[in-house]
Nanobody, 120 residues
Framework: VQLAESGGGLVQAGGSLRLSCAAS????????MGWYRQAPGKQRELVAA???????NYADSVKGRFTISRDNAKNTVYLQMNSLKPEDTAVYYC???????????????WGQGTQVTVSS
């Protein structure tokens, strides 16, 4: 699976952005997808994930502000980010992975990342 993120940019605190991740391949509709982020000097962390059936889970730090969704007809997964905070500043990556139980695990299939910068 090849992944390509877009939609990052510079936004003021309180603003919104929508990230998109276009996936190649014929198995997108049965593949779980996740969004990760990595800030300078920090480890990459899971932000949100979605099953093939549309069930979602979120990191506590983004619950109520971010929404992950998917359009299987377009082979695309989205991350709608509202009420952005300076601490959301990071490079955001999408990933094609899998679930075991309720836990999302990344597979070795990453996009190139898109920078999100939130100014205070």
């Amino acid at each position: 699976v090849q992944l390509a993120e877009s939609g990052g940019g510079l936004v003021q605190a309180g603003g919104s952005l929508r990230l998109s991740c276009a996936a190649s391949g014929t198995f997108f509709s049965i593949t779980a997808m996740g969004w990760y982020r990595q800030a300078p000097g920090k480890q990459r962390e899971l932000v949100a994930a979605i099953t093939s059936g549309g069930s979602t889970n979120y990191a506590d730090s983004v619950k109520g502000r971010f929404t992950i969704s998917r359009d299987n007809a377009k082979n695309t997964v989205y991350l709608q980010m509202n009420s952005l905070k300076p601490e959301d500043t990071a490079v955001y990556y999408c990933n094609a992975g899998y679930y075991r139980g309720s836990m999302y695990y990344p597979a070795n299939s990453w996009g190139q990342g898109t920078q999100v910068t939130v100014s205070s």
